[in-house]
């Protein structure tokens, strides 16, 4: 079930005319051969045609996965290997090109099936932990960063992958000790220097921060990261042409500026506020 032709999946005209039929109810899931259906969504699960990458495979997969619950258990652990062995890092590295749309729409599938992990515990440890050291590598080796592509929609790289992590973390399998393991490299993919984030992708990344907070993570680690922000930016600076610097400032900004809004309700986290505010002033 990799990227490979194969004559067990469908093109992707023809399964778009076949998602699109069950999407309008034409057709019921019961009707056609699921397996080779997912399957065929798999293979095309980069498509550069936006309606047939999100509005149907991406929509199709979270209606099959969460919504109905209709695959088994197998076919789910199959799915999971095949996104991590040929999907996930497909083209890794590049940047401008269309392959990020595998990889983006590849967490989102890992996600939803995370989540069905998280109700009905059917992956073991090994395959939890081998989730987690494919997506800190992705997370750290993905360069393509872009969020609305236009004429081809979204890409949304790190929100996307923002949203696995979030469901990693849930995993009861996920010790809480692993979580400064998790949180680095999420919080480094905030200070990128080659563009601006510009579609929430810091609210998304701050997801699975906080509920690592909400699940014992100590609030110290994020002080320590808040508190070493300003020298990491003043030792950057000699390093970078000034327009790169000043996206890297208006990156950390926004991100600080959003997590300060995301805990402001809290009083557990005031600790961490008070570092955010002593950052923000001396940027």
Known sequence: MNRQSDKTVLCENDLKVLLSEIKSGQKAWE???????????????????????????????FQLIIEDNLLESDLLKEMLQNCLNHLLFYGIGDKETDTVFTRAFTTLLIALILFRDNEEDFLSQMEVDQVRDHLIRYIN??????????????????????????????????????????LHPIWNKMFVTDSVYLHDEDERVLTPII???????????????????????????????????????????????????????SSKYDSIRVSIEKCLGAL
């Open 141 to 182: 080796e993905e360069k393509d960063v872009r969020g609305y592509v236009p004429e081809k929609g979204w890409a949304h790289s790190i929100a996307h992958v923002a949203d696995a992590f979030d469901e990693l973390i849930k995993n009861p399998k996920i010790n809480r000790d692993l979580y400064p393991e998790i």
């Open 211 to 265: 509920e690592m907070l909400n699940r014992g993570l100590e609030s110290s680690k994020i002080e320590s990261l808040v508190d070493g922000i300003k020298l990491k930016l003043e030792r950057k600076k000699p390093e970078l042409d000034e327009e790169k610097y000043w996206l890297l400032v208006s990156n950390t900004k926004t991100f600080l500026k959003s997590f300060y809004i995301k805990i402001n309700h």
């Open 31 to 61: 009707d056609i051969d699921l397996v080779m259906a997912v399957r065929s969504m798999c293979t095309h699960i980069g498509s550069k045609d936006p309606v047939l990458r999100d509005k149907l495979i991406y929509t199709l997969f």
